[in-house]
């Protein structure tokens, strides 16, 4: 597996974003990687603390290392949103080839220092590192974050010291997007982010990609933002499609885990055709 530099390079080059698409089980990472062969396009498994319970991190390795195998394109298995610098630790440890310090909940000085302690410890072992400046609202059905989470906008000339003095790999913004679905419309500052993408080398991260509309994802883009985390979308979908399904028929559970990574697999290439599109 990779991390995530070559990656988000190539998507910068390009002018798209790379997909990171939550993975909780067996029947997500292989739909993931279904739509990602289909688009001949890399591809970010996102692993968040809160899917522990599902998983544990040597698992979810186990079973993305197998699949990425077997899988012509790259990629990276990405721990997304984390501040507890144990967990990081362990994931470095069970194989995953990125990290995300999430620190938007701390001032901005121990942010800045934590994150610079993680890239020295996950750069040495060639590990790339997503850090947050700013923080998202929670909207509905989210499952990032808490129900308490209120929206800053990232400051673009802090987000510009912030990449500087601590070697991130990749900095995700607070712009408008909200963890979740939006409970009103929503409000992208289109602006901030163009002044951000002007200040700070490191690539773009935009969070919350649930439920934004295409034309703002396209927008987002063309400004800089080089990857998309998308979560609540596609499980509402899969969801969804679940249900109608067992509305009709019985099926074993073998066959309903076959249908289940057909249901992400679609709902992951819908992403791709917007961030990536055709190679
Ligand atoms: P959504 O659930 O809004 O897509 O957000 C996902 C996310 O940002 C994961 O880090």
Known sequence: MENMSRMLHQARERKSAVGAFNAYNYETVKGILAAARAFEAPVI???GEKYLANMSLSDIYAVTDS???????????????????????????????????????????????????VCKMAHAHGITVEAELGSLAAGNESHEGSEEDRETYTDPQQAHEFSESTGCDALAVSIGTVHGLYRKAPQIRLDILEAIAKQVAAPL?????????????????????TKINVNTEISGSVIEKTAELLHTEKPHLAVLSLRQQEFVSEAVSRALSLFWGKS
């Not at 144990?86 to 310090?101: D, H, L």
Request: charge should be negative; proline fraction near 5%; include cysteine.
């Open 67 to 117: 699949l990425s195998r077997q899988h012509p394109f790259p990629v990276c298995l990405h721990l997304d949103h984390c501040s507890s610098l144990p967990v990081i630790e362990a994931a470095i440890g069970a194989g995953f080839s990125s990290v995300m310090f999430d620190g938007s909940a701390l001032s901005y000085e121990k942010n800045l220092r934590i994150t610079r302690e």
């Open 45 to 47: 498994v996102a692993f």
């Open 205 to 225: 991260v935009l969070h919350g990609g649930s439920d934004t509309p295409d034309s703002l994802i396209r927008a987002c883009i063309e400004r800089g933002i």
